[in-house]
């Protein structure tokens, strides 16, 4: 599939999604909006892609909607409509996605842009690099997942703080908020991006999908029931041929081979 606002590059086991619309600091228009969920469902039935880097073209991540496009057409928005058919499938595939999600956060994560990064597993940033949850500077309340993402990443009161203010936070204070992984110096981003994703290609990915369903689950659910859920995807994952091999490779005293099966 070709994409127009998107860049889709496969190498081995790690595909790269490029938000491209670097002139808009890749502001989420509908086409682009409606590319993310093509490509990340694409990525989710390719199974030679085992690990998934999120990125933003030029001298930014993602600004979040196109605003300039939305009152250059002059159609009334209907929020609701607009996040159900597009914001909302998009955050909800990228957070069920069996595969593990980096986002190499490389300048301004504003509004939904910000929310699409907390919707990844990982966050790498580089040192310019910039969150901002600017719903309140327009009006809005914040969506894509943020209310729900953001105070489980941060915590309750640096949440409401930066969901009330929609005030800029530097990479160097997202860090100590715990809202990124990792900061690197802007020429460094993708080597260092690149060189988790690899660890990343050889682990066990059915694994990691797993991990996955495990902590959202554990999340909103009791103990008991949190238990139960380790249980049930346990017997998944001991079902794995990764498992087998993890076992073997132990017993050998060797490094796994893992294949994502």
């Known amino acids: 599939m070709t994409f127009e606002t998107l860049l889709y590059q496969i190498d081995g086991a790690v595909l790269t999604i490029t938000m491209n619309r670097p002139e808009r600091l890749n502001a989420m228009n509908n086409t682009m909006r409606r590319e993310l969920i093509a490509a990340f469902s694409q990525a989710a039935d390719d199974e030679t892609v085992r690990v998934i880097v999120l990125t933003g073209a030029g001298r930014g991540f993602c600004s979040g909607a196109d605003l300039a496009a939305a009152v250059e057409d002059g159609t009334p928005v209907n929020f609701g409509e607009l996040l159900r058919e597009t914001y909302n499938p998009l955050v909800l595939l990228m957070r069920r996605l069996p595969k593990p999600i980096i986002a190499a956060v490389n300048g301004v994560a504003a509004g939904a842009g910000m929310s ?67 900061i690197v110096p802007d020429g460094s981003l993708m080597d260092a991006v690149y060189k988790t994703a690899r660890a990343f290609a050889d682990a066990p990915t059915r694994t990691i999908g797993y991990i996955k369903q495990a902590v959202d689950f554990a999340l909103d659910h009791d103990l008991e029931s949190t238990l139960e859920k380790e249980a049930e995807l346990q017997d998944l994952a001991g079902a794995t041929d990764d498992h087998r091999e993890g076992v073997a490779a132990f017993l050998e005293k060797r490094p796994p081979q893992f294949t994502g099966r």
């Open 116 to 182: 699409l990064a907390l919707a990844c597993d990982l966050r790498i940033a580089s040192e310019s690099a910039s969150f901002m949850q600017a719903f309140v500077k327009i009006g809005l309340v914040p969506d894509s997942g943020a209310t729900w993402l953001l105070p489980r990443l941060v915590g309750l009161t640096r949440a409401l703080d930066l969901m009330l203010t929609g005030r800029r936070v530097a990479a160097d204070e997202a860090l100590t908020f715990g809202l990124v992984n990792e």
